[in-house]
């Protein structure tokens, strides 16, 4: 705000200077109306201009950690912010400030602070008709291990705490191991680990696949630890994506090798499409043929593609790749960057995939005896009504405590849970080295949390 309004503490000093004698009074009108044209510039043009290349933020915005995003939860189009700041700041400033003085601007933005605290979303006037709101921006979970050979050994920071300083849960309900496209440990390992740790019950969710049901149930029995069927399924609704974890299933249902084999076509198929039109957008030459061969699962995913760009020295000095580098405050940050930018739904190389409904997955697992749950992953984004929605579809629960998602989302979670009476699930998406940060058992379950989770591992029974 004081930076837009720098052309009237300017015109303040200026008219000082005339009622001092510095000036001559015949120069007050030609300076209002300069100041009156900086206001415009730096009111209606450049904080416009700012949001909108910024995605979102303003100087004030990033200082405090925050962005305008639209109601979804997904980046607003740089159209509707430049009409958000034009409309809900720069020109009410102008023409308040114009007709009515500082009367009229205060009398403006105090109305928009009523409106924001009474709206639960703390939106202003123009929030509410361009359907923006304001969250905290969300830090990237990616991590970049590089040899840092020049950096001294006693600077060096853990990348994670040690495990006997996490605040381990025994109930994890969301794990991945090697039967997942990104997952790292087998299946004994993770019961080696769960063991360990003193984990009671867990159940061992992998992606699109569920065939670790077959091992899980007898290492189960051999580490004396209770083990919950399970698998999780990507699926969209109403053209957002989102995963769906299943629960208590029959396993050995064939519509389970059914999305397991769409799942690895669909996976196939868009990782050669994101391939082809990433060397259409960049110019480089990727071995696609060598990339599948090694791939287990015949996967390319954005993120492995950003990895190769960026940790390539001849790449790294690409136009395209050095602004990243430029701009940003560290690698980190350039790389998650480049693939919003890059790979994003509105960037160049974007892939849309065509999954299963979420009523298709759904069915399924009700008609394998399973429970079905909405999955953590990506639920910061995921709005009210469309979970009101889903549950309308059959929805069993929801994973409400989970690393993956913020603390004021489990909250309003927890409320849907409570009004719908659904079960309440807990995990750490815990993929081993290939996800840094996501710890086994660590799934942000407080104590007074564990007992709603305990009635899930005991809804086998209340069924019977």
Not at 86 to 98: N, R, W
Not at 122 to 140: A, C, N, S, W, Y
Not at 197 to 226: M, W
Request: aromatic share 10%; glycine share 6%.
């Amino acid at each position: 705000m004081n930076i837009c309004l720098l052309p009237v503490y300017i015109w303040v000093i200026e008219f000082l200077l005339i009622l001092c004698g510095l000036i001559p009074p015949h120069f007050f009108d030609l300076l209002f109306y300069l100041m009156y044209a900086l206001l415009f510039v730096t009111c209606v043009i450049l904080l416009s201009v700012v949001t909108a290349r910024f995605q979102g933020q303003t100087i004030g915005y990033s200082l405090m950690g925050l962005r305008l995003v639209g109601r979804n939860k997904r980046e607003a189009s740089p159209l509707t912010l430049i009409m958000r700041q034009v409309f809900g700041f720069g020109v009410p400033t102008m023409v308040l400030g114009f007709f009515f003085k500082t009367t009229g601007m205060v009398g403006w933005w105090a109305l928009n602070g009523l409106c924001a605290l009474a709206m639960p979303n703390q939106q202003t006037i123009f929030d509410l008709v361009f359907k923006l709101i304001l969250v905290r921006d969300p830090e990237t979970n990616i991590e970049i291990r590089e040899k840092a050979e020049a950096e001294p050994a006693k600077e060096r920071k853990p990348a994670v705490k040690k495990q006997e300083e996490l605040d381990v849960s025994p109930i994890d309900l969301h794990i991945r191991s090697n039967y997942s496209d990104d997952g790292y440990y087998d299946v004994e390992e993770i019961f080696k680990q769960a063991k360990k740790l003193g984990l009671e019950t867990i159940s061992i969710t992998d992606h699109n696949c569920a065939r670790v049901n077959a091992a899980a149930p007898r290492f189960a029995k051999l580490y004396d630890i209770q083990y919950i069927p399970g698998v999780e399924f990507d699926c969209q609704y109403n053209g957002e994506r989102l995963r769906i974890l299943g629960y208590y299933i029959d396993w050995n249902q064939e519509i389970f090798n059914v999305l397991e084999q769409e799942s690895l076509r669909r996976e196939k198929e868009m990782s050669i499409e994101r391939v082809k039109k990433f060397e259409q957008y960049s110019g480089i030459v990727i071995d696609l043929d060598s990339l599948m061969s090694n791939s287990r699962f015949q996967t390319i995913t954005a993120q492995q593609i950003t990895e190769m760009v960026f940790r390539n020295r001849q790449t790294r000095k690409l136009p395209f790749v050095t602004k990243y580098l430029d701009r940003c405050a560290n690698e980190k940050e350039a790389m998650a960057r480049f693939k919003n930018d890059v790979f994003g739904k509105s960037g160049s190389c974007f892939v849309e995939g065509k999954y299963p409904s979420a009523e298709e997955i759904i069915d399924a697992i009700h008609d394998a005896n399973g429970i079905a749950i909405l999955s953590s992953w990506h639920l910061d984004y995921i709005d009210d009504h469309t979970i009101e929605e889903l549950i309308g579809l059959g929805l069993d629960g929801i994973e409400c405590f989970s690393p993956a998602i913020q603390k004021q989302t489990m909250t309003a979670l927890l409320r849907l849970v409570q009004k719908n009476k659904l079960f309440v699930s807990a995990g750490s998406d815990f993929h081993g080295p290939n996800r840094p940060g996501r710890d086994l058992g660590v799934t942000n379950c407080p104590d007074k949390g564990l007992a709603l989770v305990r009635i899930f591992t005991k809804a086998a029974d209340m069924t019977k």
